[in-house]
DNA sequence: TAGTGGTCTAGACCACGGC
DNA sequence: CCGTGGTCTAGACCACTAG
């Protein structure tokens, strides 16, 4: 195995072998991929890795935690390392801003602002943001378009303990979504994704057939544990699809 | 700032001080997020955070290492690190193996195999496999079940060429997806998620009226660069949905 | 007690980009 | 040229687990 001294292994370099940790990471990934390590299985120790592979344990230490990260393994410190059980054979979709999506495709985007609005939570609204049945919430709904078709109707709930300001805002330029982006930024969001019907009235709001299937993208941020927003977002079905490509190794390339 | 001689930083130590990295991480994050470094401002050096924190390099390294791989910072060899632009509001969604999603809810699961045969590759399906139009490919049909409901209807093309005893294999006891992954285990993925309409035919075998909508996620696998698989699972939208929940800092829980 | 992983250091060499 | 990040080393201390 190259050492220090040897060619680049620096990102740009054309034809230069790989970094020893990715060397070392592969081969695991190879042994676990090839069935020659099942699930359960001890990986050798660092120590073990290090002399076979004549690199130091800091080498051998970030290959071993990459493939924790990836949760390809499983690490249990004073125990060892092992193949991580079943391959949770779960995969990735990815949910972007549509507003930057619409635009990275060089079309052209717009939103209507349809109602902004003070109520009382329904039940539904009040359990979603954590709140009590009949208090204050602001409401929302616009329509976003790409090149003038609507592809998104979104129906949003804002907690008003952590956006007072959201009423008061003029939705001309900045769309709801944007300004609590910008004011008041999540670090937890969850999403859930159906397949429904729309009524007659979402129809009409979004100039399709009522018979067309729709995706809804149900969302809930949160900050600090907070409630932020609960929105609905509804897509007619033939002009909106979620879509990820997913690549082995680690990083998600999305197109 | 605490060192080496410190009190643990290990896992299961309980109040103990965060790791020096994920303080310099946590520093970091808290100024993108507060807005004090706005997206595209420089970040410190290394060999500033270094100073500034009186920890190694190597500490400061991984640190921002691991923001880049969230998508925090961007690093430029060269040049410098920068707050990433407009994170880009993007959020993961997982699709899981749904055989061990039904068993892990406790429920019972089942797989009727509709069809296995050989055909010729349509152009839809060669475009998919990049295979020939007319050449022979592998055919499946299945129903998945949910304690006796049926919650998947797949339909699958198979590469000859990656996996060419496919078509002799018993699938009364495996069925064709855990077939593949046993055998053709895959580096890359696609998916795409759509909500249609079932035809008549698809209503039928899915046990479900016409007017339901449904949603249909197309997976494209890939070996080595080889298409392997070409699969259309078509769900009913009442019957199943597609799930997240994602915490800021990294590592996303699905629930 | 011996082995494991978790973290950290103080150096080092390298390729790259801008000056 | 210098500063940047990318990688690597040969040690080190620690907490945990098992025999």
Redesign the interface.
Known sequence: MNHAASPAS???APNAPAALYQQVKDYIAREI?SGAWRPGDRVPSEQELVTRFSVSR?TVNRALRELA?QGRVVRV?GVGTFVAE?K??????????LQ?EIRMRGHDYACDVILVERVAASIEVAAALDLHTGESVFHSVCVHREDGVPIQLEDRYVNPRVAPDFITQDFRNTQPGEYL?RNV?????????????ATAEQATQLEMPA?Q???LLTRRTWTAGVPVTFVRCL?P?NRY?????????G??A?G
């Open positions: 620096q990102t740009g991929q800091m990260e410190a079943h949770p054979q779960s995969t990735l979709l990815s949910v972007v801003n930057d982006l930024p999540y670090d937890q969001v969850e999403h859930v994704v159906d397949a429904i019907s018979t299937p729709c995706l897509h079905g699809r979620l879509g990820s490509r997913f690549r082995a190794d990083n998600p999305f």
